[in-house]
């Protein structure tokens, strides 16, 4: 018999039924209608938001259970909800909205030395002084993998990432660090290893958490007399996450404690995923054996996604939200909002709002005028192509000039100016903008920075080719 959206979902309530107490059932699931099977996607409609919101919160479990005997391992839900007011004047009666389809996440007990030099242990995150502490992971379950967008940008570090949720600490990936420009994803990946393997690993002790806390909490152990304490906390950790590891830099103190703890875990088998927006070979200011463990593992780099990706990031996000957008809509902003993701979804955000509250149309014209503010507001970035080619024209020379190894004062003085520029104005790392000005090294390109500043602030002359060359290269 073929199966039908009405006869899965009357075997679903059968299963329900049996498992809940009956006015429960008659109030939230006698109003719920089956609309439509697609494979084994389900869609049944809901009385209101706030209704599918509860059914999410309470009852997944449930209908996961349900789903999973008449649909398979695949079985999806989508609601389909109706909205007492609407993105458009067209007055929509529903949106779409997929389930979750998981638990929240919950924190794990970990049982900590009763005697520890006769002091109890003190968990940062808790009132101190409690001997079994339960440690809350920090992380935002809807960061996961399957709101995470492949794309050539990102296929590196997502691949690497889902293996070590698969294997945490047993992959040659250990220490992970992945690296990229602001807005990229890369604190949706850090959150989505950790929430993967909660869902594989209930019982590992993971934890987020961003290095400005982490210093923080470094500083108050050490006011408090209680750094070791601080220590014995984070060497309990099994999957330790650490975002914006480069602002470490400079803090002598932390980076020592850190590395302590990042020895313990590395030689136990615990696994450490670190994110930054510098390459380890482009910071500054950490030491050099923190560094060298920085690059034990593997350097995941996240780039700005291309337009396929971004078109699927911008459906993606529509999806989500229940919302529908023509696609030429769709392709207008990711054809016109190319930095990063962060970006797209705020546009996004922009029209829906716009359409939600002032009743307009998703129309070509509404996202002109949004997409317009954001690409005025945001600072436009050169290639080092052009950097190259304006330096080059300033100073009179070919490019090729600029590239070559001539030791020629004022060729040297334009390729460090090219390097500088580059450095300011684009997102590349040292090493890649001395790749492609005349096959440098990253050391080439920090000591041409360190030059221009201090002739910049000694010679006159110098300084005249400093803001004329920000002029051409800014209008």
């Known amino acids: 018999m073929t199966k039908t959206a009405s006869s899965v979902w009357k075997e679903c309530l059968s299963f329900i039924q049996d498992n809940i107490k009956p006015q429960a059932y008659k109030t939230w699931f006698e109003p719920i209608k089956p ?11 809901v009385p209101s938001k706030f209704f599918y919101e509860w059914l999410e919160e309470h009852y997944i479990k449930l209908l996961r259970v349900a789903l999973l005997k008449q649909l398979g391992e695949d079985a999806k839900l989508i609601y389909d909800v109706r909205m007492e007011n609407s993105y458009s004047s067209n007055n929509p009666h529903t ?40 440690i809350e992971s920090q992380l935002n379950p809807n960061y996961n993998f399957e709101s995470f967008v492949e794309g050539d940008s990102n296929r590196l570090a ?37 929430v993967e393997i909660k869902d594989k690993y209930p019982d590992k002790t993971v934890l987020y958490i961003s290095s400005e806390k982490f210093t923080q909490q470094y500083i108050d152990s050490v006011k408090g007399n209680t750094r070791i304490d601080f220590i014995h906390f984070y060497q309990m950790i099994d999957v330790l996450i650490i975002d914006d590891v480069q602002f470490l830099s400079g803090k002598t103190g932390t980076q ?53 990706t971004r078109v699927l990031i911008l459906q993606n996000k529509l999806y989500r939200d229940g919302v529908e957008m023509p696609d030429e809509i769709v392709e207008y902003i990711a054809k016109h909002i190319k930095s990063n993701v962060r970006e797209l979804e705020g546009v996004l955000i922009s029209m829906i ?69 580059a450095k300011r104005m684009t997102k590349a790392s040292l090493a890649s903008i001395g790749s492609q000005i005349g096959k440098r090294d990253h050391a080439t390109v920090l000591h041409a920075c360190k030059t221009v500043d201090n002739l910049t602030e000694t010679d006159k002359q110098f300084k005249k080719y400093v803001e004329d060359i920000t002029k051409k290269l800014t209008f």
């Open 35 to 45: 609309i439509k099977l697609s494979g084994e996607a389900l869609t049944i409609q």
């Open 95 to 134: 949106v779409k909205f997929p389930s979750s389809n998981r638990n929240p996440i919950v924190p794990q007990g970990v049982t900590v030395p009763m005697d520890l030099n006769k002091r109890e242990l003190k968990n940062p995150f808790i009132i101190p002084g409690i001997q079994k502490v339960k």
């Open 158 to 194: 997502r691949s690497a990432g889902m293996a070590v949720a698969n294997k945490p600490g047993g992959t040659s990936f250990n220490p992970l660090l992945i690296y990229g420009g602001v807005g990229l994803g890369k604190t949706h990946i850090a959150h989505a290893i950790g």
């Open 256 to 308: 020592d404690v850190f590395f302590h703890i990042f020895n313990h875990l590395h030689q136990n088998g615990k696994q450490v995923i670190l994110t930054s927006d510098k390459a380890p070979v482009d910071m500054q200011d950490i030491e050099q054996r923190l560094l060298s463990r920085f690059k034990w593992g593997l350097s995941a780099e996240l780039q700005s996604p291309d337009y396929e």
């Open 353 to 421: 709002a716009q359409a939600s509250f002032n009743r307009k149309e998703f129309t070509l014209v509404l996202a002109k005028q949004i997409v317009d503010k954001f690409v005025k507001n945001t600072k436009r970035e050169v290639s080092i192509e052009y950097i190259q080619k304006i330096v080059s024209n300033y100073f009179e020379l070919d490019v090729a000039t600029l590239q070559s190894k001539t030791r020629k004062r004022h060729i040297v003085q334009a390729r460090q100016l090219a390097m500088y520029f």
